[in-house]
C-alpha cells in the first residue's frame, strides 16, 4: 500500500507541474524554451532557500524527474562544493552534481538516434 500511495505521490505532483507549464503556455506569450528555464531557475532558486528538498523527498520522482528537479540538483551541487572548496564550488558545484544525469541522456540520445530512423517530417 505504501507504494501505491508513494506513486500517487507522484503523478500529483509531476501533474501539477505539467498542468503549471501547459497553463503557462496557454495563458501567457511564453515560448516554451522560456517556461523549461523558469522551470530550472524556480528549482534553483527554492532548493537555494531550502524549499524544493522537502517536497522532492515527499514527492520522490514526481519532484526530482521535471526540471525543477534538475534546477535543485544544481543548487545541492553548488552548496556541497562551496562547503568544500570555496568560491570555487560556486563553478564547479552544478556540474559536478549534473554529470551523471547528463551523461545518461546523451548516452541514451546516441543510442535512440542509432536505433531510430530519420525521416521527412513534412512528407
Do not use: H
Not at 505539467?18 to 534553483?44: E, F, H, K, S
Not at 524544493?52 to 534538475?70: E, K, R, S
Not at 552544478?94 to 517530417?121: E, M, N, P, Q
Amino acid at each position: 500500500m505504501e507504494l501505491l500511495w508513494d506513486l500517487v505521490k507522484a503523478f500529483a505532483i509531476g501533474g501539477l507541474l505539467c498542468v503549471l507549464g501547459q497553463l503557462l503556455i496557454d495563458r501567457t506569450g511564453l515560448t516554451p524554451a522560456r517556461i523549461l528555464t523558469l522551470y530550472v531557475v524556480a528549482g534553483v532558486v527554492l532548493g537555494a532557500l531550502g524549499l524544493y528538498q522537502p517536497l522532492a523527498d515527499w514527492a520522490g520522482a514526481g519532484a526530482t524527474v521535471p526540471l525543477t528537479g534538475f534546477g535543485n540538483t544544481l543548487a545541492k551541487g553548488v552548496r556541497k562544493a562551496v562547503a568544500e572548496q570555496g568560491l570555487l564550488g560556486v563553478f564547479t558545484g552544478g556540474f559536478t552534481a549534473s554529470a551523471g544525469g547528463i551523461a545518461a541522456a546523451v548516452f541514451f540520445g546516441v543510442i535512440a538516434s542509432l536505433l531510430g530512423k530519420s525521416r521527412d517530417k513534412n512528407g
